[in-house]
């Protein structure tokens, strides 16, 4: 099975700081990949998928880019409502691998 | 809208199995594939398996094999996940999520999710 490994696993940042998540899987899955948003006891939300395309309704400060094995996410100005821990997810096949997550907390 | 509406919290002993609902409502619910995820407190995400409700056909994560079954009742527009043999590592927020459109192929990203449905295992 394909392995997805996020990093950093947390990271605390300031409002207004450029912050980027990075996504690795363990094979080329070509651009199927998903990025989703859960804040503490919400249910996950899409924010891109395809690797850079952001769902309805996404803030533009929301980006996502990569293909083949690395991926990124990037916010570009942090605000204090972007709070949460942010999952990667494979989706080109069977297992849906989901990455470890990245807590993003607001200094 | 698209709505995916689970059913409500579960305790069960060690052994025992749950079966958990997911009621869709807003689409054309045979249009769709479904995906079941669970999450254990502070963990992650952990995808378990997607059901293509035309026919009925599933494919589920080698680690739940042989105790999970996935199933849909096209006349409620429902679809269920029964998990056996619970044991106090099921103890968990299991989400119905739907995936992307039939005609594309399984291959396709999750949204939206539902409320999930806290299955705790416990003695």
Redesign the interface.
Not at chain 1, 43 to 46: D, E, G, N, R, T
């Given at each position: 099975?394909i392995q997805m490994t996020q990093s950093p696993s947390s990271l605390s940042a300031s409002v207004g700081d450029r912050v980027t998540i990075t996504c690795r899987a363990s094979q080329d899955i070509n651009t199927?990949l998903?990025w989703?948003q859960?804040k503490p006891g919400k249910?996950?939300?899409?924010l891109i998928?395809a690797a850079s395309t952001l769902?309805s309704g996404v803030p533009s400060r929301f980006s996502g880019s990569g293909s083949g094995t690395d991926f990124t996410l990037t916010i570009s100005s942090l605000q204090p409502e972007d709070a949460a821990?942010y999952?990667c997810?494979k989706?080109?096949?069977?297992?849906?691998?989901?990455?470890?997550?990245t807590k993003v907390e607001i200094k | 809208q698209v709505q995916l509406v689970q059913s409500g919290a579960e305790v069960k002993k060690p052994g025992a199995s749950v079966k958990v609902s997911c009621k869709a409502s807003g689409y054309a619910f045979s249009n769709y594939y479904m995906h079941w995820v669970r999450q254990a407190p502070g963990q992650g995400l952990e995808w378990m398996g997607i059901i293509n409700p035309n026919g009925g056909n599933t494919d589920f994560a080698q680690k739940f094999q042989g105790r999970i079954t996935m199933t849909r009742d096209t006349s409620t527009s429902t679809f269920y996940l029964e998990l056996s043999r619970l044991r106090s590592e099921d103890t968990a927020v299991y989400f119905c999520a739907r995936g992307p459109v039939l005609i594309v192929g399984a291959t396709g990203w999750l949204d939206p999710w539902g409320q999930g449905t806290l299955v705790t295992v416990s003695s």
């Open positions: 099975d199927y998903a989703y859960q249910i996950p939300k899409l998928y769902q821990t999952y997810q989706y080109n096949s069977a297992p849906w691998t989901f990455g470890q997550g | -």
